[in-house]
DNA sequence: GATGAATGAGTGTTCATTCAT
DNA sequence: CATGAATGAACACTCATTCAT
C-alpha cells in the first residue's frame, strides 16, 4: 500500500470513465466534447486516446458499467425467498437507480443486449455489455421460475418497466400538475399496475 | 383554371420532408446534413432554405406529420363499439404502424403530452405536436371511459406500448433467435399480455 | 399629366435608390441584401436587375446622387458677394449637412474625385461622381479666387474638414462628456480654428 | 537554458498577424477570410484558431500593434525642447507612417479615443487600444501645453491630419497629375499650411 | 508514457445573381 | 416587363483524431 509511482491504466480508465460519465449525464454524450472530458478529468486530449480507442469506447465502456451496476441492483433488490410481488418492485427500484446514474444509457439497457455484432464494428465493451444484459435475463427467468413463456414475459415486463420510467422522467411536470404527486410517488403507482403483467 | 405547371410550395415542402425522412430514418436526425436532404430531394442545398427556415423546422415538420399519423391510425383502429381489448390492440396497431413509418420520431410519441413551451423558442409545429398528443390522450379516455384513474392508466399503458415496441425493434434478430416468430407475431403476444393492464 | 400607365425606368431607379439609401444610412452598405431593398422598395428581387446592373451599381448610383447633392449645398451656401469666412462656413455647412443624409458615402466624399479609371471595371455613374467631384473643385477655386496654390490650399481645406466631420460623427458622446457641447456646437468652434487654414 | 525548439505561441501569433496585416492591407479586413490567413501564413484554418479565439480577435490584436506604433513614432518624432513647428510636423510624419503599414486601421485612429465599453462585448486588446489613444491625447496636450482649448485644438489637429493624410493616399494619382509632387512632397506642404491650425 | 500542436473534413446558413416562364 | 425559383460559392467556426518529440 505504499506510495503508487505508476499507476494502472485501469485506474487511469476509471478516472476518465468517471469525468465522462458526469459530463454526459449533464449533457448528453453527443454534445459533450473529448476536450471536455479530458480537462475535467484532468488529462491532455492526445493522453485520452493512450487509455481508450476513441470517443466511442469511453461511451462504451460507461455502457458496461451502466449494465453491470443494473445487475448489480437488481440482485440486491431481489431474493428467491420474496413474494414474486417484492421481486418485481425490487426490479423496478433498480431500474429506477440506474436511470438516475446513467439517464443518457438508458436507452441502452432498453435495448438490454446489443444484438448483431457480425457486421459492425464494437468494442470488446459492447460485447460484455451484451453478457451482462443476457446474465440479467437469465437471472430474471430463475427469480419467477418462469417456464416456457419466460422470453415473452420478461420481454414484456422489461419493456413496459423501461417505457413507464422514462415517460415518467420526460414528463415529471405534467405529472405534478395533473396528480400533485412527485414522480417517484407517481411511479409507484405504475409499477403496482404493471405487477399484473407478470 | 388549366393544370398548374407551377408546383404549389406545399408540394417542394411534402418532397424535401419525404427525403429527410428517409434519411432520418435510416441515420438518425443529427448525423443527416442539410446536403444529404437537398442531395436526395433533388435541390441544392440553398433551394432547401427557400422552403425551410432551417434544419429544425424539417424536423419539426416531419414529427407533426408523424403525430397526425399516429392520431389517424388509433382512430381507424379504435371505435367505442368495440371491446375494450379490440381497442386496446388496435392501439397497438396503431403504434406499430407508427414506428414503421417515423422510428426516429418515436421517443417523440414516446413524450406524447409535449413539455412547456413558455421559455424556449419553437416552431408553430412543435406547438401542433404538443396539441396532437394531447388530443390522442383525451381520446383514449373516453374510448375506456377512464374515471379518475385515466390519467396513471392512460400513463402506465403509454409507456408499457412504447417501451415494448422500442425494444422489440432493437431485438428483432434476437426474437427470432429464441422464439422462432417474427416480430409482429411476437408483439401481438406481448400485447396480449399486456392487456391485463388496462 | 393624365393617369400614368407605364413609369419611365428611371422613376424605378429612383424608388429602389431611395430604398436602398434609407437601409444604407442605418445598416451600411454591406450589411444590407438586396432583398432588403427589394423588400423595401416593393420589388422583386429579380426586377431590381431590371434596372440595375447589380447590387455595386446601387451604391454607385446613391454615390452620385450623393455628390449632386452636396455640390448643391455648396453652391447654395455660398455666394462671390460673401467674404471668405462666411463662405468657408457656408461649405462646412453642406458638407455636414451632406454627412447626415449620406453617412455611408462620406469616404466617397473624403476621396472626392475618384481616381483612375484605366484598370478597374466601373459604371459610368462613377465616372459621373468623378465629373461632380471636379466641379466642385473648380467651383471653389474661382469662389476663393485661388490662384497657383489653389490645388494645395483646396486639398488642405477639404480634408481637413472632412476629417473633423467623421471623427465627431464618432466622437459624439465624448465630445458631450469633455465639453458639454452638442456635435453641432463643437463643430462649430473647430470650423472657426481651421477658418485659419485658407 | 538550450535553445528554445519549440516556438513559443507568441511567436505563432506573430506570423499570423503578419500575414493577416498583409492581406488586410491589400484587401480590407471584410474580404479577406480566415482561411486566407490560415493559407499566408502556412497554418491550416484549424490551427489558427488556437492561437486566436475567432477572426476578431486578430483584428483586435493588429489595431492594438498599430496604435502601439502609432504611439512610439509620435514621441519618437517629438519632443518637448523642439519648437511646437517641428512637433507638429514629427506628429505628421509618426502619423504618415502608421498610415503606410496599417492603411486599414486608420479608420481606428481617425477614431483614436475609442468609444464606449460598458455594454458592447469587446476583446481585452480593444481596451487596451482605447487606453494607448488615450495616452496619445494625454502626451499631444503635454507637449504643446494645451490648456483649457486643449480638447478642441487636439480635436481640430487631429481630424484634419487624418483627413489630408486619407485623402491624399486615395488622390496619389490625381496628385502627381496636377502637381507633379510625389504624395510625400504634396503632404509637406499641406502640412505647412496645417500648422497655423495649431 | 504523456502531450502540445496540427488538421481534414465537415456544419448549418447566407446571399448576390441568373433564367425560364 | 416582372418575377418565382434555384443555386454556386462562401464563410466563420468545430472537433475527433494523429503524431513527432
Known sequence: MGRRIKEEP?????????????????HGTTKVT????????????ATLYTYFENKDEIVSYLALKSMSLLKDEIIKNTDESK???????????G?????KK????????????NVDFS???FYNTDLDTYIVGQEI??????????GDEAFVTT?????????????????????????SKSKEAFLSDVFNILYKVV
Open 10 to 26: 485501469i485506474v487511469h480508465r476509471e478516472r476518465i470513465a468517471t469525468a465522462a460519465s458526469e459530463l454526459f449525464k449533464e
Open 34 to 45: 473529448v476536450n471536455d472530458i479530458a480537462k475535467k478529468a484532468g488529462y491532455s486530449k
Open 83 to 93: 413474494t414474486d410481488k417484492e421481486n418485481f418492485l425490487g426490479i423496478c427500484k
Open 95 to 99: 431500474l429506477l437507480k440506474y436511470y
Open 102 to 113: 446513467y439517464p443518457m444509457y438508458f436507452d441502452f439497457a432498453q435495448d438490454t443486449i
Open 119 to 121: 457486421e459492425n464494428k
Open 137 to 146: 435475463s437469465a437471472y430474471i427467468k430463475k427469480l419467477f421460475k418462469l
Open 155 to 179: 420481454f414484456a415486463m422489461w419493456g413496459s418497466l423501461c417505457g413507464v420510467i422514462k415517460l415518467a422522467a420526460n414528463k415529471e411536470a405534467f405529472i405534478k400538475k395533473e396528480t
